[in-house]
């Protein structure tokens, strides 16, 4: 039963992806060559963004504290990502 609802989980995956890859094949030919992202104002093109939370880093507050606290009151500082697929 847990392999069978795997498999479908990794075919239904598949699927998506092959969605998304062509999905970013179809927006890359609509782009004039050698294209930039601030000459797209105006123009009628498909872009196709995505974006993507990377990680969260912990960084502490000040170098000023004292002993232990310094490593016990970290900053917590999340790395976000967003992309124009088709103009990299």
Do not use: W
């Not at 847990?2 to 999905?23: E, G």
């Amino acid at each position: 039963m847990l392999l069978t609802r795997s498999l479908k989980h990794l075919s239904l995956v598949a699927q998506q992806r092959d969605h998304y890859k062509r999905s970013i094949a179809q927006s890359c030919n609509t782009i004039p060559e050698g294209m930039k992202f601030g000459d797209a104002v105006g123009t009628a093109v498909n872009l196709n963004f995505s974006f993507d939370l990377v990680q969260q880093i912990f960084i502490p507050n000040s170098n000023q504290q004292v002993g232990p606290l310094y490593f016990l009151v970290p900053y917590k500082l999340a790395l976000f990502g967003v992309m124009c697929e088709p103009l990299s």
